[in-house]
């Protein structure tokens, strides 16, 4: 049976092909288990608190700043790492003064398995700048309620984990008042997202 380490270290290696992939244009469907689900069109988003690697993180706390949020998992085999790499081309096109005003947010819906140590690890490949964050399942239920994010767990004996959670794939676009400005789709194009973001920057 293979470690956890190995497995951990596979579904990174996993990830890191996915980023090539997309960042030459290609298109990857998604797995035959994973499916999207499409997220309320009405939310009010708000401030939550959470629990990161380095201890309580609220979102208030991070006023003034413009703050990228998706929802997934570490598992996931598709949507969330391009979802990640789609915000890491758009941070590397920002200048160091521009990134100390930008977050991104990763929130785990699989808080069970994605420990914080194991978020921190995956977020930090793809960027510094994402911060993985989760806690007890009805937290995390609440803070997705809030920014209406649907999701589900359902069992697939058949995988290697066991199952799979669809969820919503957009990526929120929080403004410098933590009120949510805009979404795009997990896929979109850097230069609409990394316009949103400088628009917003230079309000202030």
């Known amino acids: 049976m293979y470690s956890k380490n190995l497995i951990f270290k596979l579904r990174i290696l996993l990830s890191f092909l996915l980023l090539l992939l997309f960042s030459f244009g290609n298109i990857v469907s998604l797995s035959a288990h994973e499916k999207s689900v499409s997220g309320s069109k009405e939310f009010h988003g ?4 959470l629990k990161s690697a380095e201890g309580r993180f609220s979102l208030k706390d991070l006023r003034g700043s413009v703050v990228l949020l998706f929802f997934g998992y570490t598992s ?7 979802s990640l790499a789609t915000i890491s081309n758009v941070f590397s096109q920002m200048s160091p003064t521009e ?4 977050t991104a947010l990763f929130i785990s819906l699989d808080p069970e398995k994605d420990t914080l140590e194991i978020l921190k690890q995956y977020t930090n490949y793809f960027n510094s700048n994402i911060v993985g964050l989760t806690d007890d399942i009805k937290t995390v239920i609440k803070v997705a309620e809030q920014y209406g994010v ?10 290697a984990l066991g199952y799979v959670i669809s969820h919503s794939d957009e990526i929120f676009v929080v403004g410098l008042d933590g009120k949510p400005q805009k979404t795009f789709p997990h896929d ?17």
């Not at 990134?99 to 930008?102: E, Q, V």
């Open 99 to 102: 990134l100390k005003r930008t």
């Open 76 to 82: 996931c085999p598709n949507v969330c790492p391009i």
């Open 188 to 204: 979109t194009d850097t230069a609409p997202l990394l316009a949103q973001i400088k628009q917003l920057l230079a309000v202030n």
């Open 150 to 159: 649907k999701y589900k767990k359902t069992l697939v004996p058949d995988s």
């Open 46 to 49: 708000g401030d939550f608190i």
